[in-house]
């Protein structure tokens, strides 16, 4: 809902109030103003006359809530928001709570379409006592796995093809060093000067680049990597690292969540965020867009390049996290194996990788039936898993919020697994799901849990690289990207998109016939670029006669007119000049600058003047109506 000021106020409109003399004169008032709710009287004795008043009933509630200012709203922040230099803004507004002599807090609740739960948000009013309630320390996470205790350590990646010349993985026989200059930042609510952080290659040739922190509640200390740099934090804190080359960023929080501070889950591809407050309906909703903040890229991991699960718990001897280890397909952040063929695409199994597992580009086709399975290791046990995410067609620098074609198995403690998609386009198809426990190697007796997921595609899509996130009950999650990952060939068996639209006053409907083209009722082409656009055809030149009118702009002989119309000009204008050249000194300046310039406001002359106008019109107002109407009624 948005609102403004203005639709809260009630009009009083003062409308055709009419004076009579006794000869039937008539003078009609229209007039009207925005007025706080209160009763009124109004005497108006000058006109001696009864004025009619009508209130015109508020359209909105008195309470109101939205993202940002209540009067001017958000309508979209980007999904790294919050936190240090980033504030989201939540405003309320509860007219019954204004003038009591008191600093009031409300209560507001957000959610997300990517956390339904949401959680609860505590708004404190202004000093002013104005019914105003606000709030501004709410951060925008991608993943719940980073939220964080203190005591905990942190492990920041960056992947760094190369891509400042002798910085990054530039020479694949060494184990090189991202420098503080390419490295990263961290800073907290509580420490906002932050640490510059350097980075050291996790092996010869991998373009992983990490770097450890400590969050604690005592001083900042910064250490050179491979030590352990220490973050000051306190409860409730947002944390965010920025990568010092390309400014993408990744936010995190530490807990616990408090009623005046918290965190969001929100994805890109369900991009809404929500925020209620008491029986306000329907709920003020934002648009959650990418920030557009490039990655270093190169093998197409993910963007931003400081991945937010990447940003992830590691308990620590002196932590409060009692089990922050996430489920693997694949090795733990120590390096150590734990699942031997963790993923598999139509029978192609790999052994999983800590963050991006190169993967040789399956083919299948429009229709056809496929299996994806990934055998995951959760130490607490696999009753623990949570979540499954398998998402399809991303492409380089893009992380898997950002997939359109995602299956979604979730469950609740003690229950089966139940599937959801996000899926706008309507692209997958037929999705089923079987699942067993099986040895996580041939040399473990560690259990895993192998999830065969079932399933087809209606159309292609435009990228290849697969991505999967896993969470447990505790809320610990990891994300893996595989790459190349999987190609789908042949047509769309969807009906093609059609889009309504306006042009120039009329609807239109357009249809797709291929990617950012398509046709309306009439034929005309559209094209897509951000957004649609017909496409104008100049008429094609013909060889028309001419007609009374002279020759029509469609003619060829047009053209010819107006070339031969300049040369006649041309010939005119030397005659006029003697061939002489046309300069400042022959023309008169066209310019007249303003000297002593004064505003209206300051020119005191014409203030007098406009004064003794509005005299004028007074008096004559006064002779033509009232004391005509008094020298008649006497």
């Known amino acids: 809902m948005s609102t403004n000021r203005h639709n809260r106020i009630q009009k009083v409109e003062i409308g055709r109030s009419i004076c009579r003399s006794r000869q039937g004169n008539a003078l009609e008032i229209s007039r009207s103003f925005p007025l706080k709710r209160q009763s009124l009287a109004i005497i108006l004795p000058f006109f001696l006359c009864l004025v009619a008043i009508t209130f015109v009933p508020s359209a909105f509630a008195i309470d109101d809530v939205q993202w940002g200012d209540i009067f001017v709203p958000d309508t979209q922040r980007t999904i790294t928001d919050g936190g240090p230099g980033a504030p989201i803004l939540i405003q309320a507004e509860n007219d019954t709570l204004s003038g009591n002599a008191v600093i009031d807090q409300v209560t507001v609740h957000v959610y997300s379409t990517a956390d339904p739960t949401g959680i609860d948000l505590i708004l404190t009013e202004d000093v002013s006592d104005s019914g105003f309630f606000t709030n501004n320390h ?3 996470l991608t993943s719940s796995s980073n939220k964080f205790q ?5 492990t920041i990646t960056i992947e760094d093809k190369c891509t400042v010349p002798t910085h990054g993985n530039c020479n694949s026989a060494l184990v090189e060093t991202l420098p503080i200059a390419f490295g990263a930042t961290i800073k907290s609510d509580s420490a906002l000067g932050g640490i510059s952080l350097s980075l050291i290659e996790t092996g010869a040739n991998t ?10 509640s005592g001083p900042t200390v910064q250490v050179a990597s491979p030590g352990i740099s220490e973050l000051h934090v306190s409860s409730g804190d947002a944390i965010r690292i920025t990568d010092s080359v390309t400014g993408s960023r990744t936010n995190g929080y530490i807990l616990p969540i408090s009623g005046g501070n918290g965190a969001l889950v929100v994805s890109i591809a369900s991009p809404g965020a929500f925020v209620t407050y008491g029986s306000v309906l329907p709920p003020s909703s934002l648009n959650v867009i990418t920030d557009g903040l490039p990655g270093r890229g190169g093998g197409g991991l993910v963007s931003p390049s400081l991945v937010v699960d990447i940003v992830a718990s590691i308990a620590s001897s002196g932590g409060l996290c009692s089990s922050c280890t996430p489920p693997t397909l694949g090795v733990d952040r120590s390096g150590k194996r734990m699942v031997e063929n963790g993923f598999s695409y139509n029978g192609n199994p790999v052994d999983v990788e800590l963050f991006y597992t190169p993967y040789p580009l399956i083919k299948t086709h429009v229709g056809d039936m496929n299996n994806a399975e990934v055998k995951i290791y959760e130490e607490s046990g696999i009753d623990n898993i949570k979540h499954i995410s398998l998402a399809f067609g991303l492409g380089e620098n893009q992380v898997l919020d950002d997939s359109r074609a995602s299956i979604e198995i979730d469950r609740e403690f003690g229950k089966n697994f139940t599937v959801s998609t996000i899926d706008p386009k309507r692209t997958l198809d037929s999705i089923r799901i079987e699942t067993r426990p099986e040895r996580c190697s041939e040399s473990s007796i560690q259990q895993c849990l192998v999830v065969s997921i079932y399933h087809k595609f209606r159309a292609p899509l435009d990228f290849n690289m697969v991505a999967t996130e896993i969470w447990d009950f505790k809320e610990n999650s990891w994300q893996n990207y595989f790459n190349h990952g999987v190609e789908i060939d042949g047509q769309s068996i969807n009906p093609p998109e059609q889009y309504i639209g306006i042009d120039r006053g009329h609807q239109v409907t357009i249809t797709e016939i291929s990617k950012n083209r398509a046709i309306d009722e009439k034929g005309n082409l559209w094209i897509f670029d951000k957004e649609w656009h017909k496409e104008i055809v100049m008429p094609e030149k ?22 031969e119309q300049q040369s006649i000009a041309e010939k005119k204008m030397d005659e006029l000049t003697h061939g002489k050249q046309i300069n400042k000194s022959n023309t008169s300046n066209s310019f007249s600058p303003v000297i002593n310039y004064i505003s209206r406001s300051e020119d005191l002359e014409l203030q007098q003047r406009i004064q003794s106008e509005q005299r004028r019109a007074n008096e004559w107002l006064l002779n033509r109506y ?3 109407a008094m020298r008649e009624s006497s």
Do not use: C, P, Y
Not at 207 to 216: A, E, N, P
């Open 150 to 154: 203190i005591g905990d350590t942190i």
């Open 626 to 628: 009232f004391l005509s």
């Open 542 to 563: 013909t060889d028309r006669e001419s007609t009374a009118h002279g020759f029509n702009r469609e003619s060829r002989q047009f053209s010819n007119m107006v070339i």
């Open 138 to 140: 709410l951060v925008f």
């Open 207 to 216: 373009g992983l680049f990490t770097t450890k922190v400590k969050l604690t």
